[in-house]
């Protein structure tokens, strides 16, 4: 393996093989949570930098494998993947910028008030996951190589384990009130609305979400410069 696929395998191993198992609460025990907080993001930190900079190496030289395409995808879904990947990039941003129970360090925000999902919490409890989700799905519907099935692949499983661990502790941690929140919210985007248990309130999220569109797009006119590819390039 390169040093692109050892990066992602730690990075995705801290997150689904420490974090989202009792591997997690034996360490919080030991040191406690403070200090765990602190050497996980160090961690993922050292992680992320070298995840993006092998990236960067690995995409720089044509020989490698992991560059071979395994499929070729059709011009028409650029434009599905452009809308899943600017609604997950904004939907990512706003839920980092409302606070909520499911966002760390929050864990017990809302949970005793009459609504406790508002925002964008009433469209998913968990935006920032499926922000990266939908952006992953995005750029694996117009990337064909095997990099792009290992990353966003890799990503999805993050959510999803992510997500399921997070629901565990919070309900661990204040059973009444997680249940109550879990009623009005859900896990998949729009089916606590689409169910009557919640409804959509854009004025709530308001510069939030103003805020996540504008990185969205800022990330677009950048991505040429950063990544190397322009953004909506066909």
Do not use: C
């Not at 092998?54 to 452009?82: E, T, V």
């Amino acid at each position: 393996m390169n040093g692109f696929a050892w990066a992602l395998a730690g990075f995705v191993l801290i997150h689904v093989g420490v974090s989202a198992t009792g591997l997690r609460a034996a360490l919080v025990k030991r040191i406690g949570e403070g200090p765990y907080r602190g050497l996980f993001s160090l961690a993922s930190g050292a992680l992320l930098v070298w995840l993006i900079t092998s990236y960067g190496a690995m995409r720089g030289d044509p020989f490698d494998p992991l560059n071979h395409s395994l499929w070729a995808p059709p011009d028409w879904l650029r434009w599905p993947a452009y809308a899943l990947i600017l609604f997950g990039v904004s939907l990512a941003f706003a839920g980092l910028l409302t606070p909520g129970p499911t966002l760390a360090g929050f864990e017990k925000r809302g949970l005793a008030q009459a609504e406790p999902a508002k925002g964008v919490l009433r469209i998913t409890r968990h935006p920032f996951l499926w922000g990266v989700a939908l952006w992953a799905l995005g750029h694996a519907l117009v990337n064909g190589e095997r990099f792009a099935l290992m990353l966003f692949g890799a990503l999805g499983l993050m959510v999803v384990f992510g997500a399921r661990s997070i629901d565990r502790k919070g309900a661990a941690r204040d059973p009444e009130g997680w249940a109550k929140f879990e009623e009005a919210t859900s896990n998949v985007p729009f089916m606590a609305i689409t169910q009557g248990r919640n409804r959509l309130d854009l004025g709530e999220i308001s510069w939030r979400g103003l805020v996540g569109i504008a990185v969205a797009l800022l990330i677009a006119w950048l991505h040429g410069r950063i990544i190397g590819v322009e953004a909506f390039a066909t």
